[in-house]
């Protein structure tokens, strides 16, 4: 990407209200400075496979491919015949 090198990521990561995207914008600060992904990790507390996504996720798709993507997980609610089962056996 080749606006790596003039991206100041520090001034981004102040404007963000998301931690996660803080913490993602500073490990691309730190890796900018040329810091081993490994120290990145540990300064930011997170995996270094994590680092290397984000690295990645960047240098593939820019600052939108490290947003949030939305969670394919379960609901976290009960269908209706769980809630009906759920009702029969409190009574």
Known sequence: MTNFKNTDFKKLATKQKSIQMKI????????????PRTSIAKYLKVSRTSVNKWVSSYLTGGIDALSEKPSTGRPHFLTRSQQTMLCDFID
Request: glycine share 0%; hydrophobic share 40%; aromatic share 16%.
């Open 24 to 35: 993602r914008l500073l490990a691309l600060s730190y890796f900018q400075d040329e810091k």
